[in-house]
Structure formats: C-alpha cells, structure tokens
C-alpha cells in the first residue's frame, strides 16, 4: 500500500530558492515539449524516456546549458518520463480513436513541482534538507513507512509544499489487520450521491452538504471584478490576483476538511458502506459548478483511503444498476423517471417512494448481495 503525506512549508526567504529550482525545472520541460514536438514532426513518433534522458545527460556538459546543474538529475529524469508517459497515452488513444491532446508547453508561473525519487533529499524530524538547504515545515503527523519519493510543489497563494510518498508494510492494510468497526457494529449502509443532498442514506441518516463554493460566489466574484480592474502587470493586480487565489484556496480546504471529518464518522459508525459508481465527467455537462462544489470523486477518494484506516470495506455499484428506477419492495421496473420526478408510486405494489432514499435501499440490497449477506430479487417484468 502507498500511502502520501502532505505538509506544508514554514514561509522563509530560503524558500526561494526552491522557486527557483521548479522556475528551472519548468525551462527544462518546455525544452523537452519541444524537441519531442520537433522529432514528432519529423518522424511521425515521439523520442523514449531514456534517450532523451541520454541527450539531456549532453547538454548539461556544454557551456549553454551548464545551468541546468543546479537542479537535481533525478527531478530533470522524472520530467522526461513524466513527458514520455504522456506521449505514450496519445498515441494509445490515438489507436483507439480516442481524442487526447498531447504534452505541450505551460508557462513558467504555473509550472508548480519537482520530484525527487531516491536521493537529493534528506528528512529529519519537523525538516527536509534538498542541495544542503534545510527546510522546516508542519509536521502535523507522524510519517510511517519507507519513504519512496518526495515531490515539491508551489500552490497558487505561493506557498510550498512537500508531498511524502511512503510504501507501507503489508500488515497494515485493511485485508491484514483485523475490522475493528465490524467488531463494534457490523452495520451496514448503502448511500445515493446527490445534488441537493449529499448523500442518502438507506437508513434515514443523510448527508447536507454545505456548499462552499456557493457559499462564497459573492465573495469570489468581488475579487474577480477587483482583479479585472487592475493594470496587467502591475503590483495592485498580483495582490488583488493572490487575494482571489487565497479564497479559492480556502474554499478548497474548508470542503476537503469536510470530506476528511464525514469519511471518518462514516467508516467508525459502519463496517460496510456501499456507493454507486458515478459518471462525473457526465454529471458535470449537466450540472457544471455544482458537481465541481461537491466534489464527489474527492470524497470517493477520501472515504477509500480513510476505510483501510478503520477497517471498513468499501463497495462501488456498477453505475447502470437502475436503482432509482426500481422498486426497493417488489423489484418492478420502471421504463422511465424523469430527474424531476422526485417521487413515483410503484403500479405493481402501490408503494410510494422517494427517488434517493429508494436509490440508497437499492444500492444496500446489492452491495449486501454481492458480500453474501443478502439476497437481490430479479425485477418483475411488466
């Protein structure tokens, strides 16, 4: 199991000069964007990770590009096979006639990490050295594990961060340790995402989602209206630009925070949770900000990692099970139900349902199923 820690950087005028080091390391991405771009031109193909690892190695040596030392081999070799992972995604795309845009260039002030995969750092208690510089940051938390990787990345307010990958011993994977919720409880629960509620649950607990970015639209759209009203490259428009960034990041770790708290109840109250398995890509044509303001793939992620933690187990729906349109009492199908119909009486039973709570005691029954611990009726056919 992979297990990443984040911490974020003391402010110290030290920090710049790993700005500096991810200003270099955005130089040398473009550099290698464009020799891919020029040898895709001329052979139809794009260059492997070791030989431009190889040409990189070369110019490094000449009078030109000696600058490139400062930053550490295993960042620049990380950047040419971060590039050739793309590469390798468009042309298997491109077989499957499947639109992806190749790597291209980004502009230098939103280049934002580095990684450093096996040496070039040195970690101590509450501090990381990188090139003999030492660095302190927030040690929020205690780091467990073999460290595998590091990676440096600057926010969008400027602040850095490290992010602290670490392989963890197999005994503390959820499959090993033994479910410390199932000993508790053993309940179980089937939940249905929704829009105006976040989620429903099968049991009558539901979810409200406080919605963050709403909350604050007022807010964002003033600095934006400030941030219009400035002078492009003037002094007032990075401060009014880095008081627009500071909300949105705010806004970002007032849901995470939610997310990280809701995860946690969740998987000490349940010993299994069921979900369904969503379509975001789908949902956010349709609803557009509101999905991006919940976030529910985040909190998928999160409700995941924080599982293994407590030993609950996790069990994603196949995401065409029609658990809205089917009757949670007498199996019976509907052929069609409108996402404005936010209630239906079954004609086969004359039961009356609501849409989400009849979605999450569906979600229950065939995630139970799929376990053992129940049984799913076959839909009646109309």
Request: hydrophobic share 35%.
């Amino acid at each position: 199991m992979i297990k990443t820690y984040t911490f974020k950087l003391y402010r110290s005028k030290r920090n710049r000069r790993l700005h500096d080091d991810i200003y270099l390391a955005g130089k040398i991405y473009n550099h290698c964007i464009a020799l891919h771009k020029r040898y895709y031109k001329i052979f139809g193909k794009y260059l492997s990770a070791n030989t431009l690892k190889k040409h990189i190695t070369k110019l490094k040596k000449t009078a030109k590009f000696s600058s490139w030392k400062a930053l550490n081999s295993q960042a620049i070799q990380d950047i040419a096979e971060r590039i050739d992972r793309g590469y390798q995604l468009f042309f298997r795309n491109l077989k499957r006639k499947v639109r992806t845009n190749p790597p291209t260039f980004k502009k230098l002030v939103k280049y934002k990490s580095f990684t450093l995969k096996q040496t070039g750092y040195k970690l101590y208690d509450n501090t990381i050295e990188i090139k003999g510089v030492k660095y302190k940051y927030s040690k929020s938390r205690e780091i467990s594990g073999e460290v595998k990787m590091i990676t440096v990345k600057r926010s969008t307010t400027g602040s850095i961060h490290i992010f602290i990958v670490c392989k963890q011993p197999a005994c503390r994977t959820g499959r090993d340790m033994p479910s410390q919720v199932l000993a508790r409880t053993g309940k179980m629960v089937g939940f249905d995402f929704g829009l105006k509620t976040f989620l429903t649950a099968s049991d009558g607990c539901d979810i409200v989602s406080p919605l963050f970015f709403d909350q604050n639209s007022k807010l964002i759209a003033k600095l934006n209206r400030e941030l219009s009203h400035k002078k492009k490259g003037s002094n007032n428009r990075k401060k009014a630009r880095l008081r627009l960034a500071k909300a949105h990041e705010r806004i970002a770790n007032l849901r995470k925070d939610f997310h990280f708290k809701l995860a946690s109840y969740l998987c000490s109250e349940y010993a299994f949770i069921f979900i369904e398995d969503l379509n975001i890509k789908a949902m956010q044509r349709l609803w557009g900000k509101k999905i991006s303001d919940l976030s529910h793939s985040k909190f998928v992620q999160i409700l995941k990692s924080q599982a293994v933690k407590f030993g609950t187990t996790v069990v994603e729906i196949p995401r065409f099970f029609p658990s809205s349109k089917t009757c949670s009492n007498c199996d019976y199908r509907l052929e069609e139900l409108p996402l404005s119909q936010r209630s239906w009486v079954c004609p086969n039973c004359g039961v009356e349902h609501d849409r989400d709570f009849n979605a999450a005691t569906n979600i229950l029954r065939v995630g139970a199923s799929t376990l053992g611990r129940d049984t799913v009726r076959l839909a009646l056919v109309s």
